[in-house]
């Protein structure tokens, strides 16, 4: 079970609450995680990364175990932790002015 | 007795205030959305109860939302967890692809930038949602950069009317200050196929056959902003006004000037007369008197707050020209509040009610066309958009 955690709004948008959960089938990396993130919330397609493109939204990023993987390719493997469940896998707002 | 209810986009959430026909007690509910940028909320004509919403944020994009009770309840279009032919995911009421197949004849084409260098069309948000005068499941999306869209399963999908963007001036607009923004859309209750729009920086357009073809309608504008400044396009207007029972009356405030035209855009004259000033951002007109004309001057285009510190509204009785400002329980001193291009409208009672949102935060209503002012709120967000819907 991959867990994902979402930032207020787009909790809000998909009308959950904490992590989000997912089955997530072959290999975990970024995309297949948000194709399955999509699937079970349709509302936030569009939301995380560009209907068309697929390309990461400008001021969204994407953290796990410490680590910022926003530049990482969409199919690289995501770590063990995640796949396995110890950790979440972060979607994040950039912050933006202060 | 009748009601109304009043629709605000804010900066941070939607509010809807309801009141019954005196307008004089009025219920607040919201924040609707809390958190996100409101640009536009707007009912249906034929099922009040229907209202459209335009939420979006600049980290998330756009979200479309809807309510089939009068804003209780809001849902996504389509955005359950439903699945589509070959088990894709549906739920793409937020999804905004310009159209570029080679099939339209249209394909993506690039629009004037600050510099003065070509840009590629980039999909911001939707300024305004403008639901169908005969269907409620049909509505029209006003987006940045400037495109129109509609959608008739309403909300769920959404398709360009490219005509537009692709018309062939497309290459001369230009962003105005708050972005490349389609801000306007008025459909014709005496014409089923007449659509106008308009765009800042390019200017106003109308279709005659319900999208597929366009024209732009700015004879008789002057901007000297820009190199010809009586050019085609390249003109920041900022709203666009009509009497449903006048269809053939138009009125705008332009970025400097105030403007009227009586052959439905063909051509226009200017009707600033005696404002203080004629830059601005709305414009509005009484729902029984098609000569009677609401603005809210703003200093310039470099000062974006009301004249002298005083917020007034300005009424024509007359169609233009001759101008009174309306103060009673405005404040006279010390505001320096903008009122932006959608944040005013009219009900439709016997005495007309005029009502109009500022960037303070205060949402103003006056039950005696403009004679008398009272605020339903005060402390909001900055007020984006005011919609008004007369219910029985």
């Not at chain 2, 923004?181 to 056959?209: E, K, Q, V």
Request: glycine letters at 12%; one cysteine or more; hydrophobic letters at 35%.
């Amino acid at each position: 079970m991959i867990r994902v955690q979402l930032p207020q709004h787009l909790r809000t948008l998909a009308k959950v609450q904490g992590e989000v959960q997912l089955e997530v089938e072959g290999p975990v990396t970024q995309r297949s995680v948000l194709d399955a993130l999509e699937a079970n919330y349709p509302m936030l397609k569009g939301t995380i990364r560009d209907h068309v493109t697929q390309q990461r939204r400008a001021f969204m990023r994407f953290f796990a175990c410490e680590e910022d993987l926003s530049l990482e390719s969409p199919d690289s493997p995501l770590p063990d932790a995640v796949v396995n469940g110890k950790e979440p896998f972060l979607v994040i707002g950039a912050i933006a002015g202060g | 007795m009748s009601k109304v209810r009043v629709l605000v986009g804010t900066r941070k959430g939607a509010f809807i205030l309801t009141s019954d026909g005196k307008r004089e007690n009025w219920e607040v509910s919201g924040p609707h959305f809390a958190g996100w940028e409101m640009y536009h909320l707007k009912g249906s004509p034929v099922d009040p109860n229907r209202i459209y919403a335009s939420q979006s944020s600049g980290w998330s994009g756009q979200v479309i939302q809807r309510s089939s009770d009068g804003g209780k309840t809001w849902e996504t279009p389509g955005g359950g967890v439903t699945t589509g032919p070959g088990g894709f995911p549906q739920g793409e009421s937020n999804k905004f692809a310009y159209d570029a197949s080679p099939d339209s004849g249209k394909p993506l084409t690039t629009h004037q930038w600050y510099d003065g260098t070509q840009h590629p069309w980039e999909f911001k948000r939707v300024w305004h949602l403008e639901p169908s005068l005969t269907d409620p499941d049909t509505v029209y999306a006003g987006v940045e950069d400037a495109a129109l869209f509609r959608s008739t399963n309403g909300g769920q999908t959404w398709d360009e009317l490219s005509g537009l963007r692709g018309h062939g001036t497309g290459p001369k607009w230009q962003p105005g200050a708050g972005g490349m923004c389609l801000h306007t859309i008025i459909l014709d209750p005496s014409n089923a196929g007449r659509i106008y729009i308009a765009i800042s920086a390019a200017g106003a357009f109308r279709s005659d056959d319900g999208g597929k073809s366009w024209k732009p309608i700015n004879r008789g504008l002057r901007s000297q902003f820009i190199p010809d400044p009586d050019a085609e396009v390249g003109h920041c207007v900022h709203h666009v006004a009509m009497n449903p029972k006048r269809p053939n009356v138009l009125f705008m405030q332009k970025h400097w000037d105030v403007m009227r035209s009586d052959d439905a855009g063909d051509s226009w004259h200017e009707v600033s007369g005696n404002l203080p000033t004629d830059f601005g951002f709305v414009v509005d007109i009484h729902a029984h008197e098609p000569e009677t004309v609401y603005v809210v001057p703003i200093k310039s285009d470099s000062e974006h707050y009301v004249h002298e510190g005083k917020l007034r509204v300005f009424r024509s009785r007359s169609g233009g020209n001759e101008w009174e400002p309306l103060t009673k329980g405005l404040p006279q001193s010390n505001c320096y509040v903008n009122v932006l291009r959608d944040a005013m409208a009219v009900d439709s009672l016997d005495k007309c009610g005029v009502y109009f949102g500022t960037t303070g935060g205060q949402v103003y209503a006056s039950a005696d066309a403009g004679d008398s002012w009272n605020p339903i709120v005060r402390d909001l967000p900055a007020v984006l958009s005011v919609e008004v819907q007369t219910l029985p």
